[in-house]
T-cell receptor, first 114, second 114 residues
Framework: DAKTTQPNSMESNEEEPVHLPCNHS???????IHWYRQLPSQGPEYVIH???SNVNNRMASLAIAEDRKSSTLILHRATLRDAAVYYC???????????????FGQGTILTVHP | DTEVTQTPKHLVMGMTNKKSLKCEQH?????MYWYKQKAKKPPELMFV???????INESVPSRFSPECPNSSLLNLHLHALQPEDSALYLC?????????????FGPGTRLLVL
């Protein structure tokens, strides 16, 4: 399975935008880029996913590089509630051994300062 | 309702005990998952059920025994656990077992094995 690389930690101030990077240089054409986050003392929750085009939803935006070797999760105005571990995950839709699996990497710990 | 519930929230057990973890969802999802998460580590997949049949077992020791009695319920039976099995056990569900299906996680059961 293609791997992702994320910074161990990032910090932000409340109400400022946050850009969380993810590198996935060995991504294949059938890999979707998914983001989940895990708030303290909670299970992970889905944030957003995309394939090639940039994506927006009520939680965040996902910017995908033209060569798809990297992506950035954008939180437009960070709140204290956004403090969490953010996981960038590749999911191969072509089948194989990764079918149905969600393989978490180490993720980025986001700290939001008041 | 996008909620996955897990009981109990906390569990302490001795190495000779038998206990069970319970997970429930009422979203009509046909795939259910067990993950294990050690402190400061990402979740790791243990088992996957699809349409109440075991689809994936990630080579989990037999002291962990999953059961899916119906489409809404998932149990994890524990017997003769070791202290290193202490962890957060997360349950998740998705509409189907598929390559890009969003998984919805419960809050987890925090297990301590003495």
């Amino acid at each position: 399975d293609a791997k992702t690389t994320q910074p161990n930690s990032m910090e932000s101030n409340e109400e400022e935008p946050v850009h969380l990077p993810c590198n996935h240089s060995t991504i294949s054409g059938t890999d979707y880029i998914h983001w989940y986050r895990q708030l303290p003392s909670q299970g992970p929750e889905y944030v957003i996913h995309g394939l090639t085009s940039n994506v927006n939803n009520r939680m965040a935006s996902l910017a995908i590089a033209e060569d798809r070797k990297s992506s950035t999760l954008i939180l437009h105005r960070a709140t204290l509630r956004d403090a969490a571990v953010y996981y960038c995950i590749l999911r191969d839709v072509s089948g194989g051994t990764s079918y149905g699996k969600l393989t978490f990497g180490q993720g980025t710990i986001l700290t939001v300062h008041p | 309702d996008t909620e996955v519930t897990q009981t109990p929230k906390h569990l302490v057990m001795g190495m000779t005990n038998k206990k069970s973890l319970k997970c429930e969802q009422h979203m009509g999802h046909r795939a259910m998952y067990w993950y294990k998460q050690k402190a400061k580590k990402p979740p790791e997949l243990m088992f996957v059920y699809s349409y109440e049949k075991l689809s994936i077992n990630e080579s989990v020791p037999s002291r962990f025994s999953p059961e899916c009695p119906n489409s809404s319920l998932l149990n994890l039976h524990l017997h003769a656990l070791q202290p290193e099995d202490s962890a957060l056990y997360l349950c998740a569900s998705s509409q189907e077992l598929g390559f890009g299906e969003t998984q919805y996680f419960g809050p987890g059961t925090r297990l301590l094995v003495l």
